[in-house]
C-alpha cells in the first residue's frame, strides 16, 4: 500500500535555527513527490516537485531533497514568516494524477 | 487572478440535509479534485475528474456526489448529511496527465461544513 508518513508532527524553532522536516514514503513506482505549505485557514500552496533520487530544490530559505526512501525539507535561517504546516505528498506510476498525502509538520518559529 | 474558488465557505446542516459545494477555476485546467481535511488524517481524496464529463472515485468516497458538467466547474454534493461529513473540504485542479505537472495542485481556500 502506498504511504507517506512525515516527521516530526510539531516543530518548534527559534528565529535563525536550521532544521529538517522528514517525509519517508512507499510507493509502487515514484512519478514524483511534492511539497506544500499550508497556513491556517487556507488550503495547500504548492511548493517544491522532485522526480528522482539526487534531485534537490531551493527557494528562498527552503531546500527539498529526495532520496529512494524520503525527502527532507531543509529549513535555513528560518524566519517567524515560515511558520505553517509543511504537507509531503508523493504520486505513484499508474495513477491518474492522484496524491498519497502526508498528516504534515507543524513549523513554529519564534523571534 | 481568481484561482480556484469555493463556495459556500462556510455551512451548518442538520443530519439529513443535503447541500452542494461548488469549486470553479479559472485556469482551464483539465483536472479537477475533492479533498476533506480532518484533525490527524491529513488531506483524503473523494472524488476527481479527469476532465469535462468524466469522474471518478477517490479514497473515501461514500456518502458524496459529484458532476463536472462544465469544465471549470466541480460540484460535490452531500445527500443525506451525517456528522461523519464534519470536516474541512478543498478542492483543488491541476493540468493534463502526461506532463510533468499534475502534482502541482491549485488549492481553493476550503470549506468548513459542520453536521449536527
Known amino acids: 500500500e502506498d504511504q507517506v508518513t512525515q516527521s516530526p508532527e510539531a516543530l518548534r524553532l527559534q528565529e535563525g535555527e536550521s532544521s529538517s522536516l522528514n517525509c519517508s514514503y512507499t510507493v509502487s513506482g515514484l512519478r514524483g513527490l511534492f511539497w506544500y505549505r499550508q497556513d491556517p485557514g487556507k488550503g495547500p500552496e504548492f511548493l517544491f516537485t522532485l522526480y528522482s533520487a539526487g534531485e534537490e530544490k531551493e527557494k528562498e530559505r527552503l531546500k527539498a531533497t529526495l532520496t529512494k526512501k524520503e525527502s527532507f525539507l531543509h529549513i535555513t535561517a528560518p524566519k517567524p514568516e515560515d511558520s505553517a504546516t509543511y504537507l509531503c505528498a508523493v504520486q505513484a506510476s499508474g495513477s491518474q494524477g492522484n496524491l498519497i498525502f502526508g498528516k504534515g509538520t507543524k513549523l513554529s518559529v519564534k523571534p | 487572478n481568481a484561482g480556484v474558488t469555493q463556495t459556500p465557505k462556510f455551512r451548518v446542516l442538520k443530519t439529513g440535509q443535503s447541500m452542494t459545494l461548488l469549486c470553479a477555476q479559472d485556469m482551464n485546467h483539465e483536472y479537477m479534485y475533492w479533498y476533506r481535511q480532518d484533525p490527524g488524517m491529513g488531506l483524503r481524496l473523494i472524488h476527481y475528474s479527469v476532465g469535462e464529463g468524466t469522474t471518478a472515485k477517490g479514497e473515501v468516497p461514500d456518502g458524496y456526489n459529484v458532476s463536472r458538467l462544465k469544465k471549470q466547474n466541480f460540484l460535490l454534493g452531500l445527500e443525506s448529511a451525517a456528522p461523519s461529513q464534519t470536516s474541512v473540504y478543498f478542492c483543488?485542479?491541476?493540468?493534463?496527465?502526461?506532463?510533468?505537472?499534475?502534482?502541482?495542485?491549485?488549492f481553493g481556500e476550503g470549506s468548513r461544513l459542520t453536521v449536527l
Open positions: 483543488a485542479s491541476s493540468l493534463r496527465q502526461g506532463g510533468s505537472r499534475t502534482g502541482e495542485l491549485f
